[in-house]
């Protein structure tokens, strides 16, 4: 009897991933689980991988958790699982151009941002007093999906979400990673600078003239051309995913634009210094009292500092404010709200 149908299950997709690129990375080359699994009839390791973390709560919490402008109004602005789509979006498409293992940058892309406190990269601030060295999101997504939710991911996708910022090194092994990293950047630049737009933090004609002139206007056209200096640079390059040099110029004048103009704002400043006072009352009240910490997302091996660190970078941006308005002075928060709303 005839199907149009075709059976496609791991040995077959194993088999396809022979025809990449020599730089991909192929699941069946992978360096493996902390513990051994038995193989899954119809997915890849890396494929698995993937869908793991779209099943996984802190993936969950993403979508009420800030990019940018904290808590905001309107229905529009990126939240950090919206960025996070669209970085997968962008990292897919670069894996793909140059030949890469597409589902490797995926996993890689959805799991990259896990770790993010409440309130964006301004938790960061508020948690740096309690931690030696300072506290960063990357680590805690390793911590996350090796601990928290124990998923049991493979070497290349956590050795990813471990240095898909720029800050880390050593940088990530893998030819996926780096689309990542380049992804995460293109996402935010040209998605931040729309939203400021949208908050009138910033005027569609602010923007430098360079990065206009060789990446358009913020959105689709930014995003689309920044992909292609990427395609274009790592093909010239032949050694890694770089972006072609007069476009990552145009990019590093954007970004010190944005940390400038944006991230360094009067509205970014006043939102900070309410985040990092709602993170720190946060931090000093479990500290106090632990036993108040639930024990469903709990590593009871851990210190009390690291058990508190786990529990309040792990809530959502309203659930922290909730929290404090539960724990402290209502009427406080109430005062505080206005300057966590969309400026």
Sequence with gaps: MSTPFRLTDRVAREQAEQLLAPAAARSTSSRGRVRPEPEDPLRTAYERDRDRILHAKAFRRLKHKTQVFLHPDGDHFVTRLTHTLQVTQVARSLAAA????????????????????????????ALEPYVPGGWHHAAQGVRIVEVLEDLNLTWEVRDGVRAHSWKIDPPPTTREAECVRYADRIGYLSHDALDAVRAGVLAPGDLPARARAVFGEPGSQMVGAMIDAVVTGSLADGGAVVMEPDALEAMHELRAFMFERVYGSEVAAGQKHVAVGVIRRLVEHYLAHPDQIPASYRDPAADTMTQVVDHVTGMTDRYALTTHDRLFDADATARMTPLLGSP
């Excluded at 597409?102 to 960061?124: K, N, Q, Y």
Aim: glycine content about 18%; aromatic content about 4%.
């Design 98 to 125: 140059l030949g890469l293992n597409e589902t490797l940058a995926e996993a890689i892309a959805l799991g990259h941002d896990v770790g993010h406190s409440p309130f964006g990269h301004i938790g960061e601030d």
